[in-house]
Each structure stands twice: as C-alpha cells, then as structure tokens.
C-alpha cells in the first residue's frame, strides 16, 4: 500500500468505521525502553483502515482495536530495538532539495559541515540508489538493474504511488507466480527437445541435504543454449538408489520424458549414471565411452596395443575429455581418427554371430588395406576368441558400454566419422586462438588483429564471401558484429565441413536423409557459434585497437601516430608526458 504524506486530511475517510482511528499526533511522542529514549516518528499511515507500516523494520502494524498501545508495544519489541540501534549506529546521507547537495550526518544529529557532492537531480537519484544498495548490504552488481528497474516503474506514476508489498504477499507471488511461470516455460520446452542435467548436492541454511538440480538445453525462442534452475530436492541419505527415486519422482511430477535426457554432469558418477542408463535412459551420451573401456581393464589395453602394433599404428590408451576444456574435443577426434582402424579390429569380437558375417568384408578391407601377414591374421583371430571369452565376465555396465562403442563403429561409422572429421578440419581454427593466450612473450599488441582474423575466417565457412567485404575492402570486427547470421540469404549453399567429410557425403548423395540432417546440423552449430563470438569478442575496444599500434609490423606509418598519444591509461607527470610524445615520433 502507498503511504499518506505527513498530516494527509485523508486518513479520516480511510479509517472511517475504525474503532482507534489514526492520529498523527501519536508520531510526535516518545517511548522509554531499557534507558533509551525511542521516538515514534518511525511510522507512516498507509491507504489502509487500521493499519500503518514501521519504516525502520517495514512491519505492518494493527492499530485499529487498540490504537496507539499498538504502536507503543511494536516499539518496545527487540527486533524494532535491534533494528533502531543498528540504523543509530551507522552513517546516513541526507538529500537537502532546497540547495540540492548532500550532507553527511552523524548518528546523534551532530551539527557537520555541508559537503557539496552532488548538485543536480541526476546525482541526487544516483545517490539514492546507492544509499539503498549500502543499506541493504546489496552487492554493487545489482546497481545497473536497480535502475532500470526504477526507469520501468517510473513509467506509469499512478501505478508506482499504489504500488506496496509486503514480506508474505512477496514470497507467495515469487513462488506461485513468477516461479511457476518460469518453470512453465522451461518444462515446455525441455519437454520436445534434448537436455542435459547438472546435479550437485548441497546444504541449506538449516543444515537439510538439498539436491539442486540445474537444466542445459537449446532454447528456439531464445535462439541460444540456456541454463535454467529446474528443481531444489530434500534428501535424507545421500546413496544412488535414492537419488535415483527422487529424480524419477521429478520427471513423473513433470511430465519429463526421458528419452530427452542426453547427459547428465554430477560430481560423482558412481551408481546413479548407471542406474539411470539401466532402468531409463539407455541412449544417454558419453563422449568419454573409449577413454574409459580402456581406463581400468588392463586385458582391453593390451588388446588394443597388440591390435594397433599388428595395423602398423602408433599404441596409445585412447585420449581423454576433459569438460572445462572444450577445445579438447578436438585432441579426442584427432586421436580417434588415428586409431580408428584399430577400433574397428578391435571391437569387432564383441559383435553378434549376425553382425560379425555381415560387417566381416570391412574388417578383411582394413587388414588387406594395412598390409597384414599371414601370422597377423593368425593373431587377430585369436585375439578375438580371448576376448569373446572375457566379454562373459565383465559387467552389465562394461558390455552396455561396449554395445553403445561398437553401434558408433558398425552401425552409425558414417555419422561418427562425419562428426569426427568436422571436428578435425574446424576446431583447429579456434585453438590457434586460444594458444595466443599461451606464449611466454606478450602479445596483447596481436590480441585486436588476431580477433578480427578469427571471425572473418570463421564467417567465411558459412557465409557469402559478398557479405563481408564493403566497397572492395574486407568488413572491420564492429560491422562484422552487425551482420545478420540467422538470414539465410547469407548462408553459402554448402558450408565447410572439411575433405574427408564432404567425400563421405559425396558418396552418400545429397538427398540421403544422413546428408540431410548433418548438413542441418553444422548450418544450426555455425550460427550458434558465429553469434556468440560476434557478442562476446571485444572487437570494438578502443584500448585493443590502440594497443594494436605496437605492433612491429605496424612501424613506419603515420596513421598511428594519433592512436599512440591517446595510449597512456595512468597519469604521468608533465615531464613523463613530454618524454612520451618524443618517444612516440622517434619509434614511428
């Protein structure tokens, strides 16, 4: 509810048929409490019968069966006492319209000499907005938002002089509002698309076990990937079996289908993953599946080895993902590639009677293909017999491992290699720019330069060369910033996805569905990509730009000279200064 102003004539029509109706002489007297004098003065009149709001705690008093008594006990409580003390001991600032600069008061009212801070309207309301963050211990992050949301509110005064909420009105609205329409949206989305989970456990303030569960997924309203809070679940114990019953509970509450969920990060992966690829979601991806088949088993790498040494390869324990390097997605494709015919050798023995006369011709290809002997045939067969006979005693989880490795061998080999190969040819592009941040001399002078080559050459892959270039000459980092990428008008007819894959598609022809939906896919992961870099790339910094003009390669031309003189981000003293600008002609 709005307040009234001090002395407002409309309290008598908004507490009319009020027993103890509001006076607003009661704000003028005091109340003695544990030896200090408490004035009252810390209550307004809001637009409601029998009720008032104290401003120092912001709790909603009800006067109107006892009247003033009412007021009098709210003031005597400890938490009102509490409150009161802690305001008293800390510096206020106090706005003074009348000569519109701020004065710094001491908690006992002391006189203080005027400070002229600030001196217009502007000043006053950034103050404002500061003096709430700070007494609210806010962090100064939330400032920028505080203020936009000042400007939204600022937009229908009527609306804004109505507006109040208290503490139970806040949290119903938040939890069965606000929250429930977020979710809403989440769910339906989530609920025809692939997603992943992040789950982690943690303790409440109330020392309960509290399982948090966080969801990823490709948002087409947002056109991004989107992270978003799904559900905050109590546990008692803490074991795979129960968290297994409470995540299961959460879909059917949710209406989740599982066969969305593609992956799932969690601190420990013991038990819970299994149980979940077990009972409901099979088709559950792990990009480190060859990493750890040969992890643990020291009969599957020495498989391997032996495999790889009798193709002529190079032996290697299969290389590992590692998450908060994304980048190393590339190392894993490149070694995958590498090993690939051995995996095929390989796995090979872990395949149905079927299946092993049906793919039998690719497997012979290879060996004849690598120049294989007699006696390396020999040894493949029985390398294949041994490992028949161990499959019957490895684990559920190691033969589902196997049959999810050997389906991306056999049965989908054109869509793994396709993937692979697109990985290979790409992602190098973007690691020689991640290792800029790498050498041991400075190259912040390269860091602009470098920028703009990468979006360029990364645009380039997907988009008309016409739409980057501008009256001949090639579009700068900021225009490129500008560019539409969602258009299809922009998109070249077939992007790059490098030699080895597009034969393999050549082979495929253009209408299979295979082609299809890969060439939809690498379209959909470009945008994605070129639309972050293009947000995310300082292309426009004008220190970058200016730092640019260090470059040794840049030496001998006047243009920079402007930039130069503008490149001293300290203060130096004015001899400094005279010995920078000599320095600056004596380089060029």
């Known amino acids: 509810m709005a307040k009234l102003a001090?002395?407002?004539?409309?309290?008598?029509?908004?507490?009319?048929?009020?027993?103890?109706r509001f006076k607003w002489s009661w704000l003028q007297e005091t109340v003695k409490v544990q030896g200090e004098t408490m004035p009252m003065n810390c209550f307004s009149k809001i637009r409601e019968a029998g009720r008032a709001i104290c401003d120092t705690c912001n709790q909603h008093i009800n006067y109107g069966t006892s009247g003033k008594s009412a007021l009098k006990k709210h003031v005597e409580h400890p938490k009102h006492i509490k409150a009161w003390k802690m305001q008293q001991q800390n510096m206020r600032i106090d706005i003074t319209p009348s000569d519109n600069i701020i004065v710094a008061a001491s908690p006992n009212n002391a006189v203080q000499p005027r400070i002229p801070l600030l001196c217009n309207r502007v000043a006053q309301d950034q103050a404002l907005v500061l003096g709430f963050v700070a007494e609210n211990s806010l962090p100064l992050s939330i400032t920028p938002g505080l203020i936009d949301l000042a400007k939204v509110l600022a937009k229908d005064p009527k609306a804004l002089a109505e507006l109040s909420m208290d503490r139970t009105s806040a949290s119903y609205k938040l939890n069965y509002g606000v929250k429930k329409t977020i979710q809403d949206e989440v769910l339906e989305e989530i609920r025809s698309v692939p997603f992943s989970l992040n789950i982690d456990e943690a303790t409440s303030k109330t020392y309960k076990r509290i399982l948090g569960v966080l969801v990823s997924y490709w948002s087409e309203k947002l056109q991004r990937t989107v992270v978003q809070h799904l559900a905050a679940l109590e546990v008692v114990s803490v074991t795979a079996e129960s968290l297994f019953k409470k995540l299961d509970e959460l879909f059917e509450k949710m209406g989740l289908p599982?066969?969305?969920?593609?992956?799932?990060?969690?601190?420990?992966?013991?038990g819970l993953e299994k149980l979940i690829r077990d009972r409901r979601a099979p088709q559950m991806l792990d990009i480190d599946d060859l990493h750890t088949d040969h992890r643990w088993s020291a009969d599957m790498r020495d498989g391997l080895r032996e495999i790889s040494i009798i193709l002529g390869i190079h032996a290697s324990r299969p290389e590992r993902y590692i998450p908060h390097r994304w980048l190393s997605v590339l190392d894993v494709s490149l070694d995958t590639l590498r090993l690939w015919d051995a995996f095929v050798i390989f796995y090979y023995a872990f395949l149905g009677n079927e299946d092993m006369a049906t793919y039998k011709d690719r497997v012979n290809s290879i060996l004849e293909k690598r120049g294989v002997q007699e006696a390396g045939w020999t040894r493949v067969k029985e390398l294949w017999k041994e490992l028949r006979i161990r499959f019957k005693n490895f684990t559920n989880e190691g033969k589902m491992r196997k049959a999810r490795i050997y389906k991306k061998v056999f049965f989908k080999e054109k869509r793994t290699l396709l993937e692979l190969h697109f990985y290979a040819s790409l992602l190098p592009m973007l690691k020689q720019y991640n290792l800029l941040f790498q050498c041991k001399e400075p190259k912040i002078h390269r860091l602009h330069d470098?920028?703009?080559?990468?979006?360029?050459?990364?645009?380039?892959c997907f988009i008309k060369p016409e739409k980057l270039v501008r009256k001949g000459k090639n579009l700068s980092g900021p225009n490129m910033e500008l560019l539409d990428l969602r258009s299809t008008e922009t998109h070249l007819p077939e992007s790059f996805i490098g030699y080895e894959a597009t034969s393999i598609l050549e082979k495929l022809g253009k209408n299979h569905p295979l082609a299809k939906s890969f060439n939809l896919k690498v379209i959909q992961a470009y945008t994605r990509c070129a639309i972050d870099l293009q947000a995310k790339l300082p292309l426009d910094n004008p220190v970058l730009r200016t730092l640019s003009c260090l470059n040794p390669n840049a030496r001998g031309s006047q243009h920079i000279i402007p930039h130069l003189k503008k490149f001293p981000a300290v203060k130096?003293?004015?001899?400094?200064?005279?010995?920078?600008?000599?320095?600056?002609?004596?380089?060029?």
């Open 6 to 20: 001090l002395n407002s004539p409309d309290v008598k029509n908004i507490d009319e048929g009020v027993k103890n």
């Open 258 to 270: 599982w066969d969305n969920l593609i992956s799932i990060l969690m601190g420990s992966k013991n």
């Open 450 to 460: 470098e920028q703009e080559i990468l979006l360029k050459e990364f645009l380039s």
């Open 572 to 588: 130096l003293t004015e001899e400094e200064k005279a010995g920078f600008q000599h320095e600056i002609y004596r380089c060029v």
